[in-house]
């Protein structure tokens, strides 16, 4: 008897939204890769069964762990595919791709980040730094590149003091980095999603992708944040707005590297200007790298490329 794949996809979603939280806990398997089959479950299951039914299958797969394992499992979890919930609900719906991708975004990396301010809270402090500094020395003698540094001319009082210097500010800056690595598993699904499972709709090219004109009130409250954290020394607002910062920076590169390439593509743009442009970029690579994240953070309000609002 011939099965269609719309028959076996209907019935793969939903078991994979039950047991992958179940099996990652269980078999210490959790990682980006369950989380992305996880989240190509949620497009799939909302394709096809509707957005009801997903947020009782992702529940109830979530519930499971906490219900066989213990509260402790919550832990071990990572709550980054419901942020596909929200994603696979608006293109169901056919909200604008530009607005269902940034809410996407945010709260992909809110919840990739919000299991780790503890841990950047608690390594700022003193004991916490000097453990992981010796940790640090450990791991380089076991690993022989302390012996490969020393040959280099640089001993281990010197390390040490490197480590001491720029660990607080890493440990600082931990949730960033992780919701930035959250944003890019949750950017890398939608992305294939779009093209498996919503392949009517138009995609938007690289050199067109923009974000919603709101968006630059994030940039907004991480400066605030920062300058007022800094000016009151409230350690813990200036590390809000730092992490902030970081984020959105990677999020205008991204940006202003789009509006570059339309520039570079469009006809309108003589190609003598073209060619000094990348000259530029060649020769003056900072300065290019700090002026391709302006123009992407401004053109969130000035929209350079003049792009229609009714676009995505």
Do not use: C
């Not at 009082?157 to 598993?185: G, H, K, N, W």
């Not at 400066?223 to 954290?229: D, H, I, K, P, V």
């Amino acid at each position: 008897m011939y099965i269609s794949d719309d028959k076996v996809m209907s019935f793969l979603g939903p078991v994979l939204l039950l047991l992958l939280p179940l099996l990652g806990i269980s078999l210490g398997l959790w990682g980006w890769l369950l989380e992305i089959l996880l989240m190509l479950a949620v497009f799939a299951v909302i394709r096809r069964h509707g957005p009801g039914k997903t947020v009782v299958f992702l529940s109830l797969g979530y519930v499971v762990p906490l219900v066989v394992q213990g509260l402790g499992a919550a832990a071990q979890m990572s709550f980054v595919p419901w942020a596909a919930l929200l994603a696979g609900i608006g293109l169901q719906r056919l909200w604008p791709q530009r607005v269902v991708f940034f809410w996407s975004l945010v709260l992909a990396g809110i919840l990739g980040a919000v299991p780790f301010v503890s841990f950047a809270v608690q390594g700022l402090q003193t004991q916490m730094l000097s453990d992981l500094s010796n940790y640090a020395l450990d791991f380089y003698r076991s690993t022989g590149m302390l012996n490969a540094l020393q040959q280099q001319g640089v001993n281990e009082a010197q390390l040490r003091q490197f480590l001491d210097q720029y660990l607080p500010f890493y440990v600082l800056l931990t949730p960033a980095f992780i919701a930035l690595t959250s944003m890019l598993e949750f950017g890398t699904v939608i992305y294939f999603a779009r093209r498996w499972f919503y392949q009517r709709e138009k995609l938007i090219p690289f050199s067109r992708w923009r974000l919603p004109w709101y968006a630059i009130w994030g940039a907004i409250l991480a400066l605030a944040s920062y300058m007022l954290g800094d000016e009151l020394a409230w350690h813990a607002l200036r590390g809000v707005g730092l992490n902030l910062m970081v984020v959105y920076a990677a999020l205008a590169m991204v940006l202003g590297i789009s509006v570059y390439l339309y520039f570079l593509q469009s006809p309108k743009v003589p190609r003598f200007l073209k060619g000094m442009l990348i000259l530029v970029n060649l020769f003056y690579f900072f300065f290019s790298f700090v002026s391709i994240i302006m123009f992407g953070l401004f053109d969130m309000v000035l929209n350079f490329r003049k792009l229609p609002e009714s676009e995505g």
